[in-house]
């Protein structure tokens, strides 16, 4: 005879009653949110409860990970950290409470109400462990008060880490790195330091030395703290340069001492230096590829790695303990020879600018399989130290909310990157843009903890468009068929998107989301869809317009005026970065330039190339 399986049932007349010894911040943290959850969940006090269920937190040091079991009366979450009886606490919530924590600041709920039931004796999740040891968003702008609902919404979908500029991490109050900590998330001061370590303003007058040297000069560096600093780069051979940015480092570690890595990732751009010694360590003929961007100048990895190494070195003879990073990127993807990833050192590969109609790994596609060897090569130099993917899951290029659809590609991209022997995997992201991007945000944090694609799916299309859920993966799988209109490979800049699109195909896009809307017209996110997909259009308008010789500096105006009076304050468009694009695109019509992007030679050289070439 089957043995009857008993269930503990929760309702509104469920009391908990936490029996762990709440000693520790993030008990005290997952204490809290469990009660607030459930009290969300079926009423803060709206009866008298005539059932208690014991709440246990328990540490073991040996579990593989963390656990929810269900006895007679309780409940046990079970893991080798007190971080991640938390985590626990958040998963229990998503898959069993109804929540889904797609947004910063907004716990979507499914149902309110009514009664769960749970198996006793069962465990409903059982030893649950990351794909990759530290996960995270890359934050390239300055802290606020938005930063706390970004660690809350970190941590309810295990993300660990915060990569941010060190200009940055030196202004956080100590209160918000706390409310990070508290939650396990460690933020590093990674991003292009050269300029924040070795300042123009301190040093451009008093050591000229410092700075690279150009057709025979010293650059003359700009302020760097308000410049886009494109191909401003340091003479990484002066002995006393190499010196003074290992003396700053040791300086601010103590300065920050619950920094724990910090990076020395060049200035954005090109810019090496020139002078008799540096130039011993490249050949001017050894170009770069196309596939990064840096087929039109010399390989630069072997100077770059030449002053990691040196730096790496004289940090552990002076007995500083900070993690080293350093980037892999443009003309510096690959290891030069020699080059090893030590212990106490972190680096990334950046793939800017790659294919996102292909997977990471796809050997079809010409820009992504050489991402995918560059990282093969630098497993193989990985020496006790940390790799890990840095990725643009927003698109790159100004933020300007073009679409991209990564949802499935994730979860496999993940998979990939685990039985590589990848570290680390992080992104750029932006709160303004969350309701053109976070579907991949989400995903990505799913996948990095090894969850169902097609659990997570469901849960964030029912989260975002409840009864409509089957509609609203509709329009999201005919986003992803308008990207793959575009051809085989595309780069997410909008000459690659728009050149090779329909206009119909936007409309048709802008009234699947008006049918969604109107099925629910006081949903934010629904209004939000409306809003971007009519950018959309009137991107995809001025674009066609313009090359058709019908539009110019007029119809950029009222472009960007159109924005500002839409889409400011809501989630679909980072407005300064979008307003500085098309006041950039402006003044190359006002000048008689033509428009291919942001109006730098060399970037606007492969948008002509890629056209001829990888995207035909």
Not at 51 to 77: H, M, P, R, W, Y
Not at 164 to 188: A, Q, S
Not at 194 to 209: C, D, Q, V
Not at 604 to 614: E, G, L
Request: charged letters at 25%.
């Amino acid at each position: 005879m089957k043995k009857q399986v008993q269930f503990l049932v929760l309702s509104s007349r469920t009391k908990l009653d936490f029996i762990s010894a709440i000693n520790n911040k993030q008990f005290e943290i997952a204490a809290a949110e469990l009660k607030r959850l459930m009290d969300t969940r079926f009423g803060a006090g709206s009866r008298e409860p005539d059932q208690t269920v014991s709440i246990t937190f328990t540490i073991d040091c040996q579990a593989k990970g963390f656990s929810v079991k269900v006895l007679e009366n309780a409940l046990e979450f079970i893991a080798p950290t007190t971080l991640e009886i938390l985590y626990a606490v958040y998963d229990m919530a998503e898959e069993y409470l109804g929540f889904c924590f797609f947004e910063p600041g907004v716990d979507a709920l499914d149902t309110f109400g009514g009664t769960i039931k749970l198996p006793v004796g069962k465990y409903i999740i059982r030893n649950r462990v990351p794909a990759l040891k530290l996960r995270g968003l890359v934050q390239e702008f300055p802290f606020s008060d938005e930063d706390y609902i970004i660690a809350d919404w970190m941590v309810k979908n295990k993300l660990n880490l915060l990569q941010t500029w060190l200009k940055y991490y030196v202004n956080i109050p100590g209160e918000m790195l706390d409310y990070f900590e508290d939650r396990g998330i460690e933020i590093t001061g990674g991003g292009h330091n050269f300029s924040f370590l070795i300042p123009a303003e301190k040093y451009a007058e008093s050591h000229p030395e410092f700075f690279a040297e150009r057709n025979g000069e010293r650059i003359k560096p700009s302020a760097s703290k308000s410049a886009l600093l494109l191909s401003e780069q340091l003479c990484t051979t002066n002995p006393e340069l190499r010196e003074e940015l290992v003396k700053n480092i040791i300086e601010l570690s103590k300065l920050h001492p619950r920094l724990k890595s910090l990076g020395i990732s060049p200035n954005d751009g090109f810019g090496w230096c020139e002078c008799k010694e540096c130039s011993k360590l490249y050949d001017k003929t050894k170009k770069g590829d196309l596939y990064n961007l840096s087929e039109h100048v010399h390989e630069a990895n072997k100077i770059y790695h030449q002053l990691v190494k040196y730096v790496n070195r004289r940090l552990r003879e002076e007995n500083c303990t900070i993690d080293l990073g350093f980037g892999a990127y443009i003309n510096y993807c690959r290891p030069s020879e020699g080059m090893t990833v030590d212990k106490g050192m972190r680096s990334g590969l950046a793939n800017y600018w790659r294919c996102i109609n292909h997977k990471i790994n796809d050997p079809e596609c010409p820009v992504n399989s050489n991402y995918a060897k560059d990282l093969q090569r630098w497993m193989k130099v990985k020496n006790g130290g940390l790799f890990g993917i840095y990725e643009y899951y927003m698109g790159v290029n100004f933020y300007i909310s073009l679409p991209m659809v990564h949802t499935d590609d994730i979860f496999d991209e993940v998979e990939f990157y685990e039985k590589t022997g990848v570290d680390t995997l992080v992104t750029q992201f932006h709160v303004p843009h969350w309701h053109v991007y976070g579907i991949n945000f989400y995903c990505m944090a799913n996948a990095l903890y090894r969850k169902s694609r097609n659990a997570t799916q469901k849960r964030m299309w029912n989260a975002l468009f409840g009864k409509d859920a089957d509609a609203g993966k509709r329009f999201y799988r005919q986003v992803r068929k308008l990207i793959e209109s575009a051809g085989k490979c595309h780069i997410p800049y909008p000459y690659s998107l728009f050149n090779r699109t329909d206009l119909a195909d936007y409309k048709n896009l802008h009234e699947m989301a008006k049918k969604l809307h109107r099925q629910s017209p006081r949903d934010e996110y629904r209004r939000d869809l409306v809003v971007w997909t009519e950018y959309l259009v009137r991107f995809k308008t001025f674009f066609d317009d313009y090359h058709a010789g019908k539009a110019g500096v007029k119809e950029i105006r009222q472009f960007r005026q159109w924005a500002l009076e839409n889409c400011y304050g809501k989630r679909i468009l980072r407005f300064a970065s979008f307003n500085r694009y098309t006041q950039n695109i402006e003044q190359m019509i006002s000048e008689g330039k033509k428009w291919l992007h942001f109006g730098l030679d060399w970037e606007d050289a492969y948008v002509v190339k890629h056209s001829q070439t990888i995207l035909k």
